[in-house]
């Protein structure tokens, strides 16, 4: 193969049902060690140990079991994604798919307070396209309509200062 990887080469596939596929690479999220998995890694052990496996958690009890490990204590899926596509290749982060993960970041700061390493990651996504607009209606609280709007201006606000490297919100 040519090393690109398309949207027709990811598959997802629920623990319970059989796989129907051959896969290349397992990538494993939230899962601290493969014995967790019961029966399925002992019904499964071969698939296991013949595929590289990427492993992302944010359990710092994690086993590290995978080829490439993604193990950050307080960091949210979205964020260890993001690390994840940047490494492979960050141009496949479309719209739709910078907006869930911005979301998925800010859900998961519910809080806690956002870390310095989630507001570069809310700025990534950010110039990647993601609607900041639909965040307030996708994080399920009880917004009114000022709130909605103060909410959007500060996420449409996000930058990095260039001298610095900090996040700055400027609101006009």
């Avoid at 398309?6 to 999220?29: A, C, R």
């Avoid at 910078?98 to 990534?124: E, H, P």
């Amino acid at each position: 193969t040519d090393g690109d990887i398309k949207t027709d080469d990811i598959h997802f596939s629920p623990l319970d049902q059989g796989n129907e596929f051959e896969p290349d690479l397992v990538i494993t999220l939230g899962i601290k060690s493969l014995e967790s998995l019961d029966d399925y890694y002992e019904t499964n052990f071969k698939f296991f140990s013949q595929k590289p496996i990427i492993n992302l958690d944010n359990n710092p009890k994690n086993q590290e079991y995978g080829k490439i490990n993604i193990v950050e204590e307080n960091s949210s899926f979205s964020g260890l994604m993001i690390k994840l596509i940047k490494s492979i290749n960050q141009d496949i982060i479309d719209q739709d798919m910078a907006t869930n993960l911005f979301w998925g970041i800010l859900n998961y700061q519910k809080g806690k307070g956002v870390s310095d390493d989630a507001l570069r990651s809310l700025i990534y996504l950010k110039n990647k396209g993601a609607e900041v607009k639909k965040i307030p209606s996708l994080l399920n609280a009880n917004f009114d309509q000022r709130e909605k709007e103060i909410i959007e201006l500060i996420l449409s606000n996000i930058s990095l200062s260039k001298g610095l490297g900090m996040p700055l919100i400027l609101i006009p």
